[in-house]
């Protein structure tokens, strides 16, 4: 069943609307989860997985148990327009949580999928990275919550999840405002903005149907070999960015594990023909994020690895 949980008509006689797909099952389960994606608008990758849930779902709707719901794009207006904030306000939705039902548009989308998702047990909230980032499937939890997501996470067939320390702008965000309401809420970042890397969507789609098929939501024998994933409960993160301006060319794919020292890219000058920073590993590690647009500053960041601590 489509549902629309959130409507306000804009200007040029344009109309925002918010809409989930629910699928209604065994009456006798009152469980709830809910799949949200489409928060940032240049984030595409939530896009497809929505569709593979909604179409495999509604084939198997008679194996459904309790209710799952799917939120395919949050920021509708935000994915016609290819852009990550909230036209016309230009603000980050993810930013504005709980929100308000008297406040700004974003705060009202905001408010009104909370409401809509309050009282799920579960929820899972899609995201790609930004244009100008590669990351592999990964989920990310702040410390506070890793005892209760952790178990969930493990089934989600990613390759790493990222136990982050609290910070302050992280409060603003769906999934913090949700664990606070008590639905245990995971973020899932993969692939890069506005492009849809298929074979990361599949590798979540089947990661989230044996989630619905090991914690009941669907009763299916099926059998899923998912990925262990790599677990940053014992090492350190390391943030590689530009020493100076160019166009930087990686060396190596993301998802490997590299040595320290290991040449990763450079930054190379077009003008004067030369390498300006030659990108070395600081660490043995696993590299979970590599820069995908070329063009850097000072400062920007080329990659991300994880070391794991031995003892």
Same mark, same amino acid.
């Given at each position: 069943?489509i549902?629309e949980?959130?409507?306000?008509?804009? %200007?040029?006689?344009?109309?925002?609307?918010?809409?989930?797909?629910?699928?209604?099952g065994?009456?006798?389960?009152?469980?709830?989860?809910?799949?949200?994606?489409g928060i940032? /608008?240049?984030?595409?990758? /939530?896009?497809?997985?929505?569709?593979?849930?909604?179409?495999?779902?509604?084939?198997?709707k008679?194996?459904?148990k /309790?209710?799952?719901d799917?939120?395919?794009?949050?920021?509708?207006?935000?994915i016609?327009?290819?852009?990550?904030?909230?036209?016309p306000?230009?603000?980050?939705?993810?930013?504005?949580?709980?929100?308000?039902?008297?406040?700004?548009l974003?705060?009202?989308i905001a408010?009104?999928?909370?409401?809509?998702?309050?009282g799920?047990?579960?929820?899972?909230?899609?995201?790609?990275?930004?244009?100008?980032?590669m990351?592999?499937?990964?989920?990310?939890?702040?410390?506070?919550?890793?005892?209760?997501?952790?178990?969930?996470?493990?089934?989600?067939?990613?390759?790493?999840?990222?136990?982050?320390?609290?910070?302050?702008?992280?409060?603003?965000?769906?999934?913090?405002?949700?664990?606070?309401?008590?639905?245990?809420?995971?973020?899932v970042?993969?692939g890069?903005g506005?492009?849809?890397t298929?074979?990361?969507?599949?590798?979540?789609?089947?990661?989230?149907?044996n989630?619905?098929?090991?914690?009941?939501?669907?009763d299916?024998d099926?059998?899923?070999?998912?990925?262990?994933?790599?677990?940053?409960t014992?090492?350190?993160?390391?943030?590689?960015?530009?020493?100076?301006?160019?166009i930087?060319?990686?060396?190596?794919?993301?998802?490997?594990?590299?040595?320290?020292?290991?040449?990763?890219?450079?930054?190379?000058s077009?003008?004067?023909?030369?390498?300006?920073?030659?990108?070395?590993?600081?660490?043995?590690g696993f590299?979970?994020?590599?820069?995908?647009?070329?063009?850097?500053?000072?400062g920007?960041?080329?990659? %991300?690895?994880?070391?794991?601590?031995? /003892?």
């Amino acid at each position: 069943m489509i549902e629309e949980i959130f409507s306000i008509d804009l %200007r040029v006689s344009e109309k925002l609307a918010v809409k989930r797909h629910r699928h209604t099952g065994d009456k006798s389960s009152s469980r709830r989860i809910s799949i949200v994606s489409g928060i940032h /608008g240049d984030e595409l990758e /939530g896009q497809m997985v929505s569709f593979l849930l909604n179409e495999f779902l509604t084939e198997h709707k008679d194996k459904i148990k /309790g209710i799952i719901d799917v939120y395919p794009s949050v920021n509708s207006v935000g994915i016609d327009s290819i852009v990550r904030n909230v036209p016309p306000t230009d603000v980050d939705l993810n930013r504005v949580f709980p929100g308000s039902p008297e406040g700004s548009l974003p705060e009202r989308i905001a408010y009104a999928l909370v409401e809509a998702v309050k009282g799920s047990d579960i929820a899972i909230d899609i995201h790609s990275s930004n244009i100008f980032l590669m990351e592999i499937p990964q989920i990310r939890i702040s410390e506070e919550n890793a005892d209760s997501l952790l178990p969930i996470a493990e089934k989600l067939n990613v390759d790493f999840i990222w136990i982050h320390g609290a910070v302050t702008v992280l409060k603003s965000t769906f999934a913090h405002t949700m664990n606070q309401l008590g639905t245990k809420t995971l973020v899932v970042e993969m692939g890069v903005g506005m492009r849809i890397t298929q074979e990361y969507c599949y590798q979540l789609f089947d990661g989230i149907i044996n989630l619905l098929v090991q914690e009941g939501f669907l009763d299916l024998d099926l059998k899923f070999s998912v990925r262990k994933p790599i677990v940053s409960t014992n090492g350190t993160v390391h943030f590689i960015n530009a020493e100076a301006p160019g166009i930087f060319i990686p060396t190596i794919k993301h998802g490997n594990w590299v040595k320290k020292g290991q040449q990763i890219g450079k930054v190379v000058s077009p003008l004067h023909g030369r390498v300006v920073h030659n990108v070395l590993s600081p660490a043995n590690g696993f590299l979970f994020t590599l820069r995908e647009y070329p063009v850097v500053y000072p400062g920007s960041l080329l990659a %991300r690895i994880y070391e794991e601590k031995n /003892g």
